[in-house]
C-alpha cells in the first residue's frame, strides 16, 4: 500500500494536468516526486527552496492572481513556522488555498522536535474559516486532497500522516460517522488512530465515532450521539495536541449535562527518538494505554 504522502503525489499530478487553475507551491519537500510534474507544468510548480515563510507568500499571491494554490511541507515547516503569513497572506487578504502537510506529530521521530507539530490543528484553531481534514488511509487522503482542490476559494488543510488504519472507511463527505453504537457513551476516533479506539473499545457499551475532517466540528452529529437521555460521557482521541477540540465538544453540548475528556499528544517533549510506535505508546495512544484511560473515564456499565 503506498503512503498518504505518495498518494498525494500521484494525485496532485494528475490534479495538475486536468485544471489549469491549480498551482503548487514546494520548499525543497518531496520535490523529487514532482519532477514529472515540474517538466509538464513550469509555470505552476515553484520550489522556493527551504523558505517556508516565502512558499505561503508566494501561495498567497497566486491567491490573489485567481489561482488556487496547493502548499506543501512538513507540518512544523508549514503551519508553525510561517504562521504569520498564514494568517496574513490568507486570512487577512481574504483568500484561499490548500496548505497540505506531511510528518505530522512525531512521524519522523529521528528529526526531533524540529519536526514534530502536534499543535497545528489547535494553531490553525485560532483564525476564522479553515477546514481541517485529518485523513486516517491513502484512500481517505485521496478523496479529501480532491474534495480541497475543488473547493472553490476555501482556505483548506489536509493533514498527513505516516500513520494509517488498516482499511479505508467509506467516503461520505465531512462529519462525525457512526462506526459503532453503545449506550454507555461516545468516542470520537479521528483519523488514522481509528483502529486504535476500536481495537481500545472492543466489548465495551460505547458509541464510536469517527472523523476525517475536524474543522468545522460537527456539532449536530454529536450531539445525536449522546441523545438527550442522561449526563453524556464523551472521549476525544486526536493524533495532535491533547485537549484540541474539547471546546468544540463543550460547545456542541452546551445544553446537554456531560464530560469531555480529551485525548492525544502530550505537550512534554520526548526528547529519545525511538518509533513511531513508541512515541504513540508513551503519549498513551496505544490501544492498551486507551482501553485503561477510557475505562477510568466512563461510569460503571461502559465495560
Do not use: C
Request: proline residues 6%; hydrophobic residues 45%.
Amino acid at each position: 500500500m503506498d503512503t498518504m504522502r505518495e498518494r498525494f503525489i500521484t494525485v496532485t499530478s494528475k490534479m495538475l494536468d486536468e485544471d489549469p487553475r491549480l498551482a503548487l507551491v514546494l520548499a525543497e519537500i518531496t520535490m523529487d516526486g514532482f519532477r514529472p510534474a515540474l517538466r509538464r507544468h513550469p509555470d505552476r510548480v515553484i520550489n522556493v527552496g527551504i523558505r517556508e515563510q516565502l512558499l505561503v507568500g508566494v501561495g498567497g499571491g497566486l491567491a490573489l492572481t485567481g489561482l488556487r494554490p496547493i502548499m506543501h511541507t512538513f507540518a512544523s515547516f508549514l503551519v508553525e513556522r510561517p504562521f504569520e503569513q498564514v494568517k496574513l497572506d490568507f486570512g487577512h487578504q481574504d483568500t484561499g488555498g490548500v496548505l497540505v502537510s506531511a510528518s505530522a506529530s512525531y512521524d519522523w521521530p529521528a528529526g526531533g522536535f524540529t519536526h514534530m507539530a502536534p499543535g497545528d490543528v489547535a494553531l490553525l484553531d485560532t483564525l476564522d474559516g479553515w477546514t481541517v481534514h485529518v485523513p486516517g488511509h491513502p484512500d481517505e487522503a485521496e478523496a479529501l486532497l480532491r474534495d480541497a482542490y475543488a473547493a472553490g476559494d476555501d482556505k483548506v488543510y489536509v493533514r498527513l500522516s505516516e500513520q494509517t488504519n488498516a482499511e479505508p472507511r467509506p467516503f461520505t463527505g465531512p462529519g462525525l460517522h457512526t462506526v459503532r453504537e453503545g449506550r454507555a457513551g461516545v468516542v470520537l476516533a479521528v483519523g488514522p488512530l481509528l483502529d486504535n479506539v476500536l481495537a481500545a473499545t472492543e466489548g465495551m457499551d460505547v458509541t464510536v465515532l469517527y472523523a476525517t475532517t475536524v474543522r468545522p466540528f460537527d456539532d449536530a452529529a454529536l450531539r445525536a450521539a449522546v441523545g438527550r437521555g442522561a449526563p453524556a460521557d464523551v472521549v476525544l482521541v486526536e493524533p495532535y495536541l491533547a485537549g484540541t477540540s474539547t471546546a468544540a465538544a463543550n460547545d456542541a453540548l452546551g445544553d446537554v449535562p456531560h464530560r469531555v475528556l480529551g485525548l492525544g499528544v502530550g505537550r512534554a517533549e520526548l526528547r529519545r527518538y525511538g518509533t513511531i510506535a513508541e512515541h504513540t505508546a508513551a503519549h498513551g495512544l496505544d490501544a492498551r494505554s486507551l482501553r485503561e484511560r477510557i475505562s477510568a473515564f466512563l461510569r460503571p456499565g461502559a465495560a
